[in-house]
């Protein structure tokens, strides 16, 4: 697999889990602020991120990539930002 379509693979499977995250916040604190609306799941996402990074550190024929990370929270920084401003539009 050529290394810019890891990346966006990646981008995309975290911004779904920070949709994930961020629809759950949603639906069961319906007046959550917009910071926490926005935060919660990009941090989420990015913890998730570091430690399966480090997990892949440990096993064989696996290699940890920071550029990894960044990709899987650039994702989830971009689906943060068009759910917030576009989708539930609380930042208007």
Known sequence: M????DKV????LYAGLAATV???IRRSRP??????QFVVPVMFA??????????Q???PGRHA?????????AGALVLQTVLCRYVWRIWD
């Open 65 to 73: 990539d920071v550029w990894d990370v960044a990709a899987d929270v």
């Open 46 to 55: 990015a913890l998730y991120a570091m430690t399966d990074e480090f997990h």
């Open 9 to 12: 693979l990646h981008a995309v």
């Open 22 to 24: 961020s629809v759950g």
């Open 57 to 59: 550190w440990f096993v």
């Open 31 to 36: 007046g959550v602020v917009a910071a926490v």
């Open 2 to 5: 050529t290394m810019n379509l």
